[in-house]
């Protein structure tokens, strides 16, 4: 299994990056599949989850209104879609998938199975 994470990049503030993370070595479509971030100096958080059953999502409050997370099936890849992004933004953002992952765990990173290389997203002010 594979994950291959690709779209960061500098961004003014204000901006938009959109990610996209595809995965290989089996089919997705009922695996949870997230976006974490690591910022210098803080621990690695969720940014955004898509369930496969259903399509639900969960946003970190610090990033509702401003991304999307959606996933293609067909094509075992799923995407963030940053706007008006902000200096805070700056981070390493790893993409996962996880399978049986509960409602209340989507925000917890030991419930991911499989994890991406990262990429690197920064924001200048």
């Known amino acids: 299994v594979q994950l291959q994470a690709s779209g960061g990049g500098l961004a003014q503030a204000g901006g938009s990056l959109r990610l996209s993370c595809a995965a290989s070595?089996?089919?997705?479509?009922?695996?949870?599949m997230g976006w974490f971030r690591q910022a210098p100096g803080k621990e690695r958080e969720l940014v955004a989850a898509i369930r496969g059953r259903g399509g639900s999502t969960d946003y970190a409050d610090s990033v509702k209104g401003r991304f999307t997370i959606s996933r293609d099936n067909a094509k075992n890849t799923v995407y963030l879609q940053m706007n008006s992004l902000k200096p805070e933004d700056t981070a390493v953002y790893y993409c996962a998938v996880g399978y049986g992952v509960i409602l209340s765990a989507m925000r917890t990173e030991r419930a991911y199975n499989y994890w991406g290389q990262g990429t690197l997203v920064t924001v200048s002010s």
């Open positions: 070595g089996r089919t997705f479509s009922s695996y949870v």
